[in-house]
């Protein structure tokens, strides 16, 4: 079934389940959308439509810097680091495409990360539409739309008036289940009004793409694209910030270090990046992509080849935030228009 709400009543929930447990809304901030922790009685107004926050959401559950081992070993509510449960508010479709993806290559295979497993497990995802969708979002061209359709625990709709809301688990269900005088059902007027904004927003998304369109799939276009000079031309232009895997929803790459703290041996997990010369590097020196350009080319092969031919989907989700990052101006979709026109 499908309920409506309005935006106080909405907001009492929210104070409500922020007694219980942490909540990350999102809000704008110098006109970006951020991820922020609820706090009672912050006035500034949550974001529940607008575009996709800048923050990846896979930093909720793969952090950028975790402890992940510390010698002697001690339990983790004497470090403070025990997360419980948590609700996460405004969750794009981009996001919960990339958590698929996430989940993919950390959570579904013989060996699992389990760090990431217990945070996904502790997570409610209250996803919510995009409406103002930026010129890097590509969403549509990997067959998404601007809206959640799957992978969601509640999805939250923004009209006139109020917010159309949808269930997509048994957790979500509870949760309205457990407000139920909060809520009443949504009438065929708040349904076309969602409509129409969703239709709006994918033609906008589709309109803004149709110059990047390409005759063949991603994949195709990658596996025939390996003396292109396109991976050059490009590749001369990058500066190796890796910013633009830095923002990337579906980068799972980590590398492993130790430290001393507090009298304590840890070992310490922080975010990865094969755009990094030393990367690939191995013991002795050698180097499996010595150069920009191998380095460069990689990322395509991962996102466009080696992700779909081993799990069934692309890694990327068109969230355009390495579009966005890229301070040398590289376009995911132009790269890929050229590879295209080149074979």
């Keep these: 079934m499908t309920f409506f709400i309005s935006i106080p009543n909405f907001e009492e ?31 500034d107004p949550i974001v529940y439509d607008g575009i996709r926050a800048v923050e990846p959401i896979k ?3 793969f952090k950028a810097s975790e402890c992940v081992a510390k010698y002697p070993s001690i339990s983790p509510s004497e470090t403070g680091e025990e997360q419980g449960n948590f609700i996460i508010v405004g969750a794009k479709s981009c996001d919960l495409k990339a958590i698929e993806s996430m989940d993919n290559a950390l959570a579904k295979g013989a060996i699992k990360e389990p760090f990431y497993v217990e945070a996904r497990g502790n997570a409610t995802i209250i996803s919510s539409d995009c409406s103002s969708p930026s010129q890097s979002c590509f969403c549509t061209t990997l067959g998404l739309n601007p809206y959640p359709e799957e992978g969601f625990d509640i999805n939250l709709s923004r009209i006139p008036g109020g917010l159309i809301i949808e269930t997509g688990s ?31 927003t994918s033609t906008k998304v589709k309109e803004q793409n149709e110059r990047f369109e390409v005759k063949e799939s991603f994949r195709e276009i990658i596996m025939e694209s390996g003396k292109s000079s396109v991976w050059s031309k490009y590749a001369g232009r990058c500066l190796e910030c890796a910013a633009c895997l830095s923002v990337c929803p579906t980068c799972h790459c980590f590398l492993l270090y130790d430290q001393k703290e507090n009298g304590h041996s840890e070992r310490v997990r922080i975010w990865d990046f094969c755009y990094y010369r030393g990367f690939a590097r191995v013991g002795g020196g050698s180097n499996a992509r010595p150069t920009m350009n191998d380095r460069f080319k990689n990322k395509y092969i991962k996102k466009f080849d080696f992700c779909p031919a081993n799990f069934g989907i692309y890694a990327c989700s068109g969230c355009g935030r390495c579009i966005d990052s890229c301070m040398a101006n590289i376009d995911m979709r132009q790269v890929l228009k050229e590879l295209n026109d080149e074979s």
């Design 59 to 61: 930093s909720f559950f």
């Design 170 to 200: 048994e957790k979500g269900e509870k949760l309205i289940s457990a407000n139920k005088d909060l809520f009443m059902e949504a009438s065929p007027y708040h349904i076309e009004k969602r409509d129409k904004q969703r239709r709006e």
């Design 13 to 43: 929930l929210l104070s409500k389940w922020a007694q219980e447990k942490p909540i990350y809304v999102t809000k704008s901030i110098a006109g970006y959308s951020h991820y922020q922790k609820y706090t009672l009685g912050n006035q």
